[in-house]
């Protein structure tokens, strides 16, 4: 992997982590991998889209605390 991951090298780091989990990514890692993305984010390392495709195969999470500390809270 080189210094910038790519968007495909991250989809299929992603993609392994949810097969290693029997299908389903538990709530912590799937946290772990929203806040490396978003220091990815960022650091200008991935694109917005990119970010948001990636970020896209991971579940759902109510209250997540990544987007609260990325963005600030009021």
Do not use: C
């Not at 392994?16 to 989990?21: I, K, L, M, P």
């Amino acid at each position: 992997m080189s210094d910038k991951p790519t968007q495909e090298e991250l989809q299929e780091r992603i993609q392994r982590e949810v097969e290693y989990f029997d299908g389903i990514l538990p709530e912590r890692v799937a946290i772990a991998w929203g806040g490396y993305l978003a220091a990815l984010l960022e650091w200008n390392l991935i694109t917005p889209l990119e970010h948001q495709v990636v970020a896209g195969m991971l579940p759902k999470i109510p209250d997540n605390p990544v987007m609260a500390i990325f963005l600030g809270r009021d």
